[in-house]
Nanobody
Framework: QVHLVESGGGLVQPGGSLRLSCVAS????????IGWFRQAPGKEREGISY????????GYADSVKGRFTISRDNAKNTGYLQMNSLEPEDTAVYYC???????????????????????WGQGTQVTVSS
């Protein structure tokens, strides 16, 4: 049975940092691209970052570029999202997702498509507030 489990969320002050983890079980994560999504209250879920398995290339939404860093440790079957300079607007439930499929256009815009990811975690809450 496949599971993705996020952890590392919590309450942090503006300007602070958090590191989210996404531990996979039941699948070899080194065959999968990883995406991170978030959903703020009253808003749609949005893709914020991805990392491929083939060349570990990455991409970010404009809203997090320069502040967030995605990475992976295949030996630990884990993906990470380092979040720095957090802002109240970053408050959301954060989800990791994984896809084994190598689709054309993934790096251009496909990584933001939720339907391109087969496996999802349950989410972890991040609250940025003073």
């Amino acid at each position: 049975q496949v599971h993705l489990v996020e952890s590392g969320g919590g309450l942090v002050q503006p300007g602070g940092s958090l590191r989210l983890s996404c531990v996979a079980s039941g699948l070899p994560l080194d065959y999968y691209a990883i995406g991170w999504f978030r959903q703020a209250p009253g808003k749609e879920r949005e893709g914020i970052s991805y990392i491929k398995n083939s060349d570990e290339s990455t991409g970010y939404a404009d809203s997090v570029k320069g502040r967030f860093t995605i990475s992976r440790d295949n030996a630990k079957n884990t993906g990470y999202l380092q979040m720095n300079s957090l802002e109240p607007e970053d408050t959301a439930v954060y989800y990791c997702a994984a896809t084994i499929y190598h689709r054309p256009g993934f790096a251009r815009a496909g990584w933001k498509r939720q339907d391109w990811f087969e496996h999802w975690g349950q989410g972890t809450q991040v609250t940025v507030s003073s």
